[in-house]
């Protein structure tokens, strides 16, 4: 056994053989690489025609987003200002509605007191005349002479009246001072003109 070209025949079937089942294995698992690496080459191809448009239409719809958000912000704002013109409305109404309701309570008062004071029977008191600024006449009362003989005037009446004093005439339209019906009562009342 100590022939060398055994020994090198043999490692080289050895060798043989194991390169071909290398071979055998490796066929197959190249062809899945070539396979996958096409594979691959589609993917990129795919994904160089399709991302640019995709990342175009991720942008527009960020800016559409942003466009969105703002008007909405602004939406938002305006509802906001209208519920405050609607709660001024409220409270504007509400006020008026008390104004209202003081106004009828108030006009409804007055038309009862009128009622009442219309259905009320007491009689009116009588007014009382006012004070003009005149004297009472300083004329004597006739009396009745002796005997009740008509035509026959008494010493009396024969006499001439004195006329009053000038500074204490007032004149009848527009008196001195306001007439105070419980001092200066006048006992005859005013004769009509």
Do not use: C, Y
């Not at 448009?53 to 987003?65: K, M, S, V």
């Not at 609607?86 to 309701?101: C, E, L, P, W, Y």
């Not at 219309?118 to 006739?142: I, V």
């Amino acid at each position: 056994m100590a022939d060398p070209l055994f020994w090198l025949a043999l490692s080289l079937l050895l060798v043989a053989v194991s390169l071909t089942a290398v071979l055998m294995v490796a066929i197959p698992a190249m062809r899945e690489l070539s396979r996958a690496a096409r594979s691959a080459e589609k993917l990129f191809d795919t994904l160089g025609r399709e991302l640019p448009p995709t990342l175009e239409a991720i942008r527009l719809t960020g800016l559409e987003l942003t466009e969105l958000t703002d008007e909405l912000n602004d939406g938002i704002h305006q509802a906001g200002q209208v519920v405050k013109q609607v709660d001024q409305g409220f409270t504007s109404a509400r006020q008026q509605a008390k104004a209202v309701n003081t106004g009828t309570k108030s006009a409804w008062a007055g038309a009862r007191a009128a009622w009442r004071a219309w259905t009320k029977t007491t009689p009116s008191p009588k007014p009382k005349p006012k004070n003009l600024g005149h004297r009472p006449s300083t004329l004597p009362t006739p009396r009745a002479t002796q005997g009740n003989q008509p035509g026959l005037n008494s010493p009396a009446s024969s006499l001439p009246t004195p006329a009053p004093d000038q500074s204490q005439l007032r004149s009848p339209s527009v008196p001195s001072q306001p007439p105070n019906p419980e001092t200066d009562a006048d006992p005859q009342p005013r004769p009509l003109d």
